[in-house]
């Protein structure tokens, strides 16, 4: 069965630090890893990405130089560390997987194969 796990949300002030975890099961045709967020009322954003095999990542300008973007390979696990939060990181935040590189540096290219179920990040002022 195909699961994307999150974990690692949570509430946090501004200037802090959280590590967002995702768990990947059953998915052997994904190229390409990525974090989207989504707040309410709001359309969902893609954060970052990353192309599996080479490891090559993409950020979108308001988390770039803040966030990062990883994948331990023999664990089957994305993160994405997010420092210097601020109160507009508030969101649910996604992880995603997908089977078409092309697309995955594309930051306004919001659709994906598989998806996580979410995880809440709150950022306080």
């Known amino acids: 069965q195909v699961r994307l796990v999150e974990s690692g949300g949570g509430s946090v002030q501004a200037g802090g630090s959280l590590r967002l975890s995702c768990v990947v099961s059953?998915?052997?045709?994904?190229?390409?890893m990525a974090w989207f967020r989504q707040s309410p009322g709001q359309a969902r954003d893609k954060i970052a990405s990353?192309?599996?095999?080479?490891?090559?990542?993409f950020y979108a300008d308001s988390v770039k130089g803040r966030f990062t973007i990883s994948r331990d390979n023999a664990k089957n696990t994305l993160y994405l560390q997010m420092n210097s939060l601020k109160p507009e990181d508030t969101a649910t935040y996604y992880c995603?997987?997908?089977?078409?590189?092309?697309?995955?540096?594309?930051?306004?290219?919001?659709?994906?194969?598989?998806w996580g179920q979410g995880t809440q990040v709150t950022v306080s002022p």
């Open positions: 995603a997987a997908d089977p078409t590189p092309r697309t995955c540096g594309v930051m306004e290219w919001v659709m994906s194969k598989y």
């Open positions: 059953e998915i052997n045709d994904a190229t390409c």
């Open positions: 990353i192309l599996i095999d080479v490891g090559t990542t």
